[in-house]
């Protein structure tokens, strides 16, 4: 089995797996490769709405995290631009949603990415296309 961070280095995967409303809402960061991420979450009692389906902040906040993790892989800051999400079916208590994000285009400022959240039994939960803004400022010089 290939280790979860082939490519990118240990301390950028540990740095965009640490992040803080992630662990709050059991995000989990799975995978981190250039231009390709994966994270997931189990819908708890704390991330349903009041009609009982997964609360579309928690989702679109597992969307998030894919998006920061892939557009920041290549070591470089990334800084969100715009997340266009659509919510195609409910998340269902208990389910536990992977998405995973692929860039799809790349220069030397700009940067796409498709991301796609999926419950256990391959529904497509949302998808989101997502711009950021691609820094020179590499992530060895961001202050931990």
Same mark, same amino acid.
């Given at each position: 089995?290939?280790? @979860?961070?082939?490519?990118?280095?240990?301390?950028? +995967?540990? &740095?965009l797996?640490?992040d803080?409303?992630a662990?709050h809402?059991?995000?989990?960061l799975?995978?981190? &490769? @250039?231009?390709y991420?994966?994270a997931?979450?189990?819908?708890?009692?704390?991330?349903?709405?009041?009609v009982?389906?997964a609360?579309?902040g928690?989702?679109m906040a597992?969307?998030?995290?894919?998006h920061?993790?892939?557009?920041?892989?290549h070591g470089?800051v990334?800084?969100?631009?715009? $997340?266009h999400?659509? +919510?195609?079916?409910?998340?269902?208590?208990?389910?536990?949603?992977?998405?995973?994000? $692929?860039?799809?285009?790349?220069s030397?400022?700009?940067?796409?990415?498709r991301?796609?959240a999926? =419950?256990?039994?391959?529904?497509l $939960?949302?998808?989101?296309? =997502? &711009?950021? +803004?691609?820094?020179?400022? @590499?992530?060895?010089?961001v @202050?931990?």
């Amino acid at each position: 089995m290939a280790d @979860p961070q082939d490519d990118v280095p240990a301390e950028l +995967f540990a &740095r965009l797996a640490a992040d803080p409303l992630a662990a709050h809402l059991g995000i989990t960061l799975d995978e981190l &490769r @250039p231009g390709y991420a994966r994270a997931s979450m189990t819908v708890g009692p704390a991330l349903l709405n009041a009609v009982g389906t997964a609360h579309g902040g928690a989702t679109m906040a597992l969307l998030d995290v894919v998006h920061a993790a892939v557009s920041n892989s290549h070591g470089t800051v990334a800084i969100a631009q715009d $997340v266009h999400t659509e +919510f195609l079916a409910a998340g269902r208590a208990g389910d536990r949603l992977e998405a995973e994000g $692929v860039e799809v285009h790349r220069s030397s400022r700009t940067a796409v990415y498709r991301i796609e959240a999926r =419950a256990q039994d391959d529904r497509l $939960v949302a998808t989101a296309l =997502a &711009r950021v +803004f691609r820094t020179d400022r @590499p992530w060895s010089d961001v @202050p931990a």
